[in-house]
């Protein structure tokens, strides 16, 4: 099974920038989601094809016609948190707060339930898995915020799963969508979005795809934007995962939709028999 999902944030929407320290900054900054999320809606049109965007509440209430015109392409929406901030950052309350801002404003917005979570750069780790318990008192119902192998920004390699399961949160379920794993030089490796798959050479990514049968993608508008500004002050490490293979990635994403089957996680969800249970405790 295969599931398309996108992470709807802006190009500046980058972890850890220097010169960025919030929302303030961000308005002096060039708009470019408008014209990459067409470019994005108007390639799953013409393809047929239903994706999941976890969107930045930020964004609804920025630009509400960008999620306005996801919601009218039929497309669901999941919150993204309100200002991208990683989990293991920010105080429960914080983040509750941060979370429920969110949700309310893509309600708004869509006039339909938010039932679906994803945090900003996978970032529920170890220190920071008290975030599935607020996730299940604001009503949400579906995460996809577990990503079980080492990373910069979040990461629970303890998380021994790397296909859907259920997940007891004092007495609510919660279904988890965790990220999918290769093993690759005896290390988990993820290949299926953001920086990875426009790293790696797509013959690669294809066979990857033929020899796994559950595949979580998670991609950006910034994935697909070449002609986007480089930011200031990164260092060059992050500068070479944020920026390389820009140019290509579009008509990779292109390829990897005409030759693989996806569902949005709404179907992926009807499809699952859901057999796996975890306890809460069991992942901490």
Known sequence: MNILTFDIEEWFHIIDIPNIKGEKHWESLE??????????????????????FFCLGW??????????????????????????????????????????????????????????YRAPSFSITSK??????I?????????ASIFPAS?????????????????????????????????????????????????????LIKFFMKNSSYVMTYFHP?????YQPVLKGLSLGRKFKSYYGLKNAFSKLEKLITDFEFVDIKTA?????????INLGDIK
């Open 59 to 116: 964004i609804g209430e920025k630009y509400p016609e960008v999620i306005k015109k996801i919601d009218e392409h039929g497309h669901e929406i999941g919150s993204h948190s309100r200002l991208h901030i990683p989990v293991y950052q920010m105080k429960p309350e914080d983040f509750e707060k941060d979370t429920e801002y969110s949700i309310k404003t893509l309600e708004d917005i869509t006039g339909k339930k938010i039932r679906m």
């Open 135 to 143: 996730l299940a008192k604001l009503g949400i119902e579906i995460d």
């Open 222 to 226: 910034r994935d697909f934007d070449p």
């Open 151 to 203: 990373r910069s920004h979040g990461g629970l390699e303890t998380f021994r799963y790397s296909k859907p399961v259920l997940i007891n949160v004092n007495g609510i379920l919660l279904k988890e969508f965790p990220m999918n794993t290769v093993k690759l030089f005896g290390r988990n490796m993820v290949f299926s979005g953001g920086g990875y798959f426009r790293l790696l050479p797509y013959r």
């Open 269 to 277: 969800e009807k499809r699952l028999k859901w057999n796996t249970k």
């Open 31 to 52: 708009v470019r989601i408008h014209k990459n999320i067409d470019r994005i809606l108007e390639l799953l049109y013409i393809k047929n094809q239903k994706a999941t």
């Open 128 to 133: 920071s898995i008290w975030a599935l318990e």
